[in-house]
């Protein structure tokens, strides 16, 4: 990686553009900016990793490599042709693009991401003489392509993958709530600063046990994405590991000593089944016998008393 400053694009639900930006000058990044569903912002390549490790609110931290005018398929694959894409992956690696588009030209996004595959790749062979592989699932390096009315904009996706998939919720368990969200409620309540206090935390619905888990780890300061077993950086061509492994290191010397300290945090719900999967889900998230769960009706069943 590069020492300098990466243009920066964290996505989020609508509505958290604010708390996210907040979040993001905490953890690091400069010139942050509230958009539509997401934060522009500067970070350099340490602190790129950081938010992708850190952060509670964003789904996908975008570096930004080009944006221009597209009046259909061929000016999309001119616009993707102009990138130096052999900066950022090899043609021995492997590549998968995602679109999303808004009141696009471009009426179809499967489409317009074959057009953008196209160009990368040929431009790879053209400057590498070998080209690299389409793999949908887990790819080294995913580009991620944003059409609205006449244009596009082209971004590496350093997280791969939605960073609200924290890792811990079982396949099969219905969540109504995602994670960022929860995450949000609980920063727009205070209560990190409740949790700092030694105050404690009971949620009288908690379902299969997003809320207390997001709590926990606050509390505890876990990094949500402790548990990812990848990120998408580590693919790109420009990443270095001695840049990424002090941040893991130095986030498992937070989590250990914070749950060693984690307050009293307690979960009711009366669906047997519901408190099965929040129990496996607590397991999974490392919060296995630190996190009291109780089946009972919520109007009836009285909050726990801790000393």
């Not at 780890?217 to 990848?230: F, K, N, V, Y």
């Amino acid at each position: 990686m590069t020492a300098s400053l990466l243009p920066l694009f964290v996505t989020s639900a609508p509505g958290l553009e604010g708390l996210l930006a907040t979040e993001l000058s905490a953890l690091g990044a400069r010139g942050c900016r509230p958009g539509r569903s997401g934060v522009v912002c500067e970070a350099d390549p340490a602190t790129a990793c950081r938010i992708c490790l850190w952060t509670r609110l964003g789904h996908r931290v975008l570096l930004q490599l080009c944006r221009g005018p597209v009046g259909d398929a061929d000016d999309l694959y001119r616009l993707a042709a102009g990138v130096d894409w052999s900066a950022h992956l090899g043609p021995e690696q492997t590549l998968a693009v995602d679109v999303v588009s808004v009141r696009s030209v471009i009426r179809h996004s499967h489409y317009a991401a074959l057009k953008v595959k196209d160009a990368v790749v040929d431009r790879i062979r053209t400057d590498c003489g070998a080209r690299p592989s389409v793999q949908l699932q887990q790819p080294d390096v995913r580009i991620h392509v944003y059409l609205q009315a006449g244009e596009a904009g082209l971004s590496l996706d350093l997280a791969g993958d939605r960073l609200h998939r924290r890792g811990y919720r079982t396949a099969d368990a219905e969540a109504p709530l995602r994670e960022t969200l929860a995450a949000a409620m609980l920063i727009r309540g205070g209560w990190p600063d409740i949790a700092a206090a030694g105050g404690l935390f009971v949620d009288p619905m908690c379902g299969s046990g997003t809320l207390l888990i997001e709590a926990a780890w606050m509390a505890s300061d876990t990094a949500p994405g402790l548990l990812s077993t990848r990120f998408g950086f580590t693919g790109w061509r420009q990443y270095r590991d001695d840049l990424w492994k002090p941040l893991l290191d130095e986030a498992l010397d937070r989590q250990e000593r914070g749950l060693a300290a984690l307050g009293p945090i307690t979960g009711i719900d009366r669906d047997p089944q519901a408190l099965t999967v929040a129990r496996e889900n607590l397991r999974r998230a490392g919060l296995a016998g630190r996190v009291q769960l109780i089946q009972g009706d919520c109007l009836e069943e009285a909050v726990p008393a801790f000393d």
